[in-house]
């Protein structure tokens, strides 16, 4: 059963289109949402670990071993926070990005954290926004993951909540209670509550 956080941010994937070369930056081989996007397109997948399976062998927080203007897109997905100099994981992604390529960032914010093997930060919207920006990004989207207040209690309580009845139930009640403060207030508990964001950009 897949957490809160992973279910609705796989859901927004899919609303995503890809084509052409595609890279995924600290993905796996045996990653599940490679077939969640639309489009024509062949991945390729970039890792320093062995055990995840990988195309090509990197360090994302130093230069990449690629050459300019390679990918037609470029994901990082349940990566951004693992990386330490994202300065310069950004402008990596953006130099080996073709012009009119585009990127797609999947990253957590109400979440517990999750050593892999570090895990440092936790970027708003807001931020997101600007850090993209700075390394030449244009027509950055900012999608917000999540519904609410409770959802985030359900993703907390996910690893501690050790059967799938229990993680269902949990997960169905806060569920309701957020869809309770939608209609009083819409996209309130969303927006101030977030799981995480869904970050597409272009070159």
């Given amino acids: 059963m ?3 956080w992973r279910k609705l941010l796989y859901k927004e994937l899919e609303k995503i289109t890809l084509s052409g070369q595609v890279i995924d930056l ?3 081989r045996k990653s599940n949402y490679h077939q969640l996007f639309k489009g024509q397109f062949a991945f390729e997948v970039s890792n320093i670990d062995e055990e995840y399976g990988y195309d090509i062998k990197l360090n994302l927080e130093e230069k ?3 050459s300019d203007a390679k990918y037609d897109a470029v994901l990082a997905i349940n990566v951004l926070e693992h990386i330490y ?3 310069n994981f950004l402008s990596e992604s953006y130099r080996i990005l073709k012009n009119g390529g585009k990127m797609v960032v999947g990253v957590p914010f109400f979440i517990q954290i999750h050593p892999c093997p570090q895990d440092y930060w936790r970027y708003s919207g807001e931020t997101l926004t600007k850090i993209m920006t700075k390394v030449g990004f244009k027509n ?3 999608i917000t993951v999540g519904r609410g207040p409770f959802t985030v209690i359900a993703q907390i309580l996910y690893g501690i909540l050790i059967f799938d009845f229990l993680r269902f139930v949990v997960s169905w009640v806060a569920w309701f209670l957020d869809f309770l403060i939608f209609l009083i207030k819409p996209k309130f508990a969303q927006e101030m ?3 995480g964001y869904v970050v597409i950009a272009k070159k």
């Fill in 140 to 142: 950055v989207e900012v």
């Fill in 2 to 4: 897949s957490t809160p």
């Fill in 85 to 87: 100099n994202y300065d």
């Fill in 193 to 195: 509550f977030p799981l």
């Fill in 64 to 66: 990449f071993q690629i």
């Fill in 26 to 28: 600290g993905g796996s």
